[in-house]
Every structure is written in structure tokens, then in C-alpha cells.
């Protein structure tokens, strides 16, 4: 799924009825969707664990729903229903319990998932009397809570042992997966670093889909090609490109065949997201995300001497933020060391070209001519100044792209090299 780091949605849009039937559309803040929830699906006088560990079910399932795009991705212009045959009981309207309210002021960023996934779980629940299933029994978990439970205790009774608590997740307006603007030869970005790997695993089910290997989220022929053959496979048009249709048919195929959906989900594993912006960074801050920036300058500074060599130990100290100023300068951002995601997803972008080139067995990356890569794009689209030397640097052991012929010479403007 390309929406690698989960969020709690500002406000959630419900659909009134069965997901296939004509019913009104109701879009209400996430926390009230919650309160309105719990209120219809749970008792007030219960113990406070029980309900505590009935409200992180329910949070965790919606935002599984609006994580996978589970509806959008079938068409439909609305994240989940109000019916518990598919999803969970929302009443428009209903009183809300005062105590549940509390609570769910309290937890409504909090939600859980398995260990090494990334996707909050689909938390499935049923009464337990009445109905029963492979998900938390609600009454059961009223029982487990009288025995002097705790929230989490109940989950993982039901769920797994396997099962963690996120809390404080970050809260944003729902935002489409789809970039917008369609996804063709020469696009760059974590974008099409989603789209490769998307296709890379549908083709596990369908393996006339052609293998992108590596996936460097840069959009070349062979990602062209097998955009193409997944376009023929399913009934659209076969021009290569990734417009709204073919990206969220990829979507709706890369979420049922890891089933991100259900319960016994293969998982989104965090591995797989490590290049994705995760919250802001500045001096003082540590931890993976930092040494995955870190990472990137290091590669970087191969591009350029300005960029000194960077040591990768996940602490954001002096050196890194020297480093993150003079690659804001370099590409026409705001040079105050500190990581937004603006920041981050320009450094990528460029990242993901230089690590491309890299991967063809460049001698140095400063090699490649304006006319084979942008170098250190700005993010107003032109290309950031470059030293003098990167048009003397030869590219060594690889075919040049055309014949050589008599009196050709190599060096810029004929001024250096040899003739042939």
C-alpha cells in the first residue's frame, strides 16, 4: 500500500447503507466517528479496560479502512460504511456517553497493529453471544476485564501476542494516495517507488507481469513496460502510463493479495518504507529515520564535495545539520538545517536518481552529463549549479549510446579527449 505512514484522519466520511445501495453520505471529525461507534457497540457501565480495549479495536479497523483506501479503491467516494455486515454500527444522531467520550479524547491517535507491519490492524470484533468470529468477542472482553485484565491484555488475548500499541499517531486530512498527476517516463519519487513495488508483488499472482529489479523509484522502460502488461491483464488502456484507474487497480489488487484488509493480513512490513518521510527532523533528534537521512547525504555527497562526507549513526548532531543547510542551499530551499518534508522528499528524489545511475556501474557519479540525469534538482524544477569538474570526469566501461566514428572526439565541445 502507498500510503506507507499511517495518520488519523481529520474527519471520516460514512456511507449510510450497504457499500452497492443508493444512501446518504455523512462526513463527521474522526474522534465523533469513534464516540458514535462505541456508543452504539458497547456498554458505558462496563470496566474501564474493556472499553478501553473495544475503542482501540475500533480505531485500529477504521483506520485500516482509510490506510488500505479500501472503498476509493473500489470506486466509491467514501472511506467506510455504517452497517456491521461490512464494517462497524454508526447511528447519525445518537446520544454519546459521557464517559466514552472521555476516553476517546484521550485515544483517539492511539491504535494497534503486529509487530514489524505497518498497517493498523483490521481489529474485527463481534458480540460474542448472538454472533461469534475470529475477532475480539465484546462480551468476552467485559469478562476478561472483571478478572482484572488490562486493555492490552484483552487484545492480544483475541488478536495475538504479536500485537503493539501505537500512540500519538499524526493527524491530517485524508489524503488520495494518487499523486495526482500521472506517473510516466521520467518520473521520479516515492511515487513510483510505490507503484514498482506494488507490481513487483502482483506478479507473484501474475507472473506475466514483468519483474523491476531494483526498485529505485525512478520510472524507466522497464517499469513503462510492465505498467503495460499489468494494463493488458486487466482491461485497461495499455499505454504505459499510471493515471488514477491503473493506480488504484494496483491498489485494489496489492491490498487483496497481501490481504491488508483482514485479520490474517501478510502485512505491510516496515523494511519496505524506509524512505518514507516520517515526521520532521532537526539537531538533537535520533533513531533509524535519521540514519536513513544520513544515508542519503552520504550518497549525496558524492555529487558534490560541498556535501562533506557523512558518517551514518542515526544521531542528529553538528555535522548533519551542516549538511542538511548546504544541500538547502544547493537546491533553492530555505538553509536552516531542519528536516521538513519538503526537505526530505526533495533529498529522496534526488537520492533515488543517484542511487539508480549508481546501481549501472558508474565509476563516479559526477560522471553523468545534464542531458542523463538532473543533478540535484531544485524544487523549482531547474537544476542546481554544479562544479566545473563533473563535465571533466570520464564515464568509464560503459557503451557511450551511439557508434564511434572517425574524428569523433570525447570532452565537452570537442576542447578534450582523443581522437578515435
Not at 499472482?205 to 514483468?210: D, E, G, K, L, Q
Not at 523491476?212 to 522497464?222: F, L, Q
Not at 557511450?400 to 581522437?419: A, F, H, M, N, Y
Request: aromatic fraction near 10%.
Amino acid at each position: 500500500m502507498p500510503v506507507i505512514i499511517p495518520y488519523v484522519p481529520r474527519t471520516i466520511t460514512v456511507h449510510l447503507g450497504l457499500p452497492d445501495q443508493w444512501a446518504e453520505n455523512v462526513t463527521v471529525s474522526f474522534p465523533d466517528y469513534v464516540k458514535n461507534v462505541a456508543s452504539s457497540e458497547i456498554y458505558p457501565t462496563w470496566e474501564p479496560a474493556a472499553i478501553r480495549a473495544n475503542i482501540l479495536a475500533i480505531i485500529s479497523f477504521a483506520l485500516n479502512r482509510v490506510y488500505t483506501e479500501f472503498y476509493p479503491s473500489r470506486g466509491y467516494d467514501f472511506q467506510i460504511t455504517s452497517t456491521t455486515q461490512y464494517d462497524q454500527k454508526f447511528i447519525r444522531g445518537r446520544n454519546i456517553f459521557e464517559n466514552i467520550s472521555q476516553m476517546v479524547d484521550e485515544i483517539f491517535n492511539d491504535y494497534i497493529r503486529r509487530q514489524g507491519f505497518v498497517e493498523p490492524l483490521a481489529a474485527k470484533f463481534c458480540n460474542g453471544t448472538t454472533s461469534t468470529c475470529d475477532g475480539l468477542s465484546q462480551w468476552g472482553s467485559q469478562e476478561l476485564a472483571q478478572e482484572g485484565a488490562n486493555s492490552m491484555e484483552i487484545l492480544r488475548h483475541y488478536y495475538g501476542d504479536n500485537v503493539e500499541l501505537v500512540v500519538d499517531a499524526p493527524i491530517q486530512n485524508i489524503s488520495p494516495t494518487y499523486p495526482q498527476t500521472p506517473l510516466r517516463l521520467g518520473s521520479v519519487g516515492v511515487s513510483v517507488t510505490a507503484v514498482q513495488t506494488m507490481l513487483n508483488r502482483i506478479s507473484q499472482n501474475y507472473p506475466a507481469i514483468p519483474k523491476i529489479s531494483p526498485v529505485t523509484g525512478v520510472y524507466e522502460e522497464d517499469t513503462r513496460d510492465a505498467v503495460r502488461t499489468f494494463q493488458q491483464i486487466f482491461n485497461l488502456t495499455p499505454d504505459g502510463v499510471v493515471g488514477k484507474a491503473t493506480w488504484y487497480k494496483m491498489v485494489y489488487l496489492y491490498t487483496g493479495i497481501l490481504q491488508l484488509a483482514e485479520l490474517v493480513s501478510q502485512g505491510q512490513t516496515i523494511v519496505t518504507v524506509l524512505f518514507q518521510f516520517a515526521g520532521p527532523l532537526e539537531e538533537g533528534d535520533s533513531g533509524p529515520e535519521v540514519g536513513i537521512l544520513q544515508y542519503m547525504l552520504a550518497l549525496l555527497a558524492q555529487f558534490d564535495n560541498s556535501l562533506s562526507p557523512m558518517t551514518v549513526d542515526g544521531e542528529f548532531g553538528p555535522s548533519t545539520t551542516r549538511a542538511v543547510r548546504t544541500y538547502q542551499q544547493l537546491v533553492g530551499l530555505t538553509p536552516n538545517g531542519y528536516v521538513d518534508e519538503t526537505t526530505w522528499n526533495s533529498i529522496y528524489n534526488n537520492f533515488a536518481l543517484a542511487d539508480y545511475f549508481l546501481r549501472r556501474d558508474t565509476v563516479r557519479a559526477q560522471s553523468l552529463r545534464e542531458d542523463a540525469i538532473p543533478i540535484l534538482a531544485r524544487t523549482d524544477g531547474t537544476q542546481a549549479e554544479k562544479p566545473e569538474y563533473w563535465d571533466n570526469t570520464p564515464r568509464m566501461g560503459q557503451y557511450p549510446g551511439s557508434p564511434l566514428i572517425l574524428g569523433q572526439v570525447d570532452g565537452k565541445d570537442g576542447q578534450r579527449g582523443v581522437e578515435v
